[in-house]
């Protein structure tokens, strides 16, 4: 169950007011522009758990019919993009337990963007080791490959993704530097560098 209880008298505030105003009215208008706002960054969060396309696709589309579902429960507490990312990781992580168990496919695809400038054997190569990179992020235990994925490859925050995890920013610093510490044994068992990261202070 999604939960935000603030009381309402807080989005009056809300940098989203207006839009969750014409959410909680029922306005067909405001999903799509709900949808508008966040259909891609939810994606593209859900494809960091999941194993291919499709199944972001489906996470996605499981996210924002949960959305309609709970909005009336929505209170203010954070922003609806916060909001979408607690529903989106819970979701993907489901969907990953869900797969796993089933066994239904072998190593996840990954795909990376094409530069012009690069030339194909060193396109091949960064290829290759950003495939031995993903291997190693997904043998993390579950809590750290969370805080890694959303600090590191989403870009968001400790104190915002302490509000997506509903848990205290200290944990989220603990998870995530025991992540790291995790990703660069990992990482160097298979001779990858790890490029070192901006640290936040406590």
């Known amino acids: 169950m999604v939960r935000d209880a603030v009381p309402s008298e807080s989005l009056e505030a809300h940098p989203d007011a207006l839009l969750i105003a014409r959410l909680t009215a029922g306005h067909a208008a405001a999903y799509r522009e709900l949808f508008r706002q966040h259909s891609d960054e939810v994606y593209r969060l859900a494809r960091r758990f999941v194993t291919s396309d499709t199944d972001a696709e489906e996470v996605t589309q499981e996210v924002f019919i949960a959305a309609h579902q709970s909005i009336g429960r929505f209170r203010g507490h954070s922003r609806l993009r916060t909001w979408l990312f607690r529903i989106t990781v819970n979701r993907a992580l489901k969907h990953r337990r869900w797969w796993l168990r089933r066994r239904e496919s072998g190593a996840e695809s990954l795909t990376t963007a094409v530069d012009a400038g690069v030339s194909p054997e060193q ?36 104190a915002t993704i302490a509000e997506v995890l509903e848990c205290p920013r200290s944990t989220v610093l603990t998870r995530l530097a025991r992540a790291r510490a995790d990703l660069v044994r990992l990482a160097e068992q298979q001779g990858i560098e790890i490029p070192s990261s901006k640290e936040e202070s406590p």
């Open 123 to 158: 396109l091949a190569h960064d290829r290759e080791q950003l495939a031995r990179l993903r291997v190693c992020i997904a043998q993390l235990e579950v809590r750290k490959r969370t805080v890694l994925v959303l600090h590191e490859l989403e870009g968001l925050d400790t």
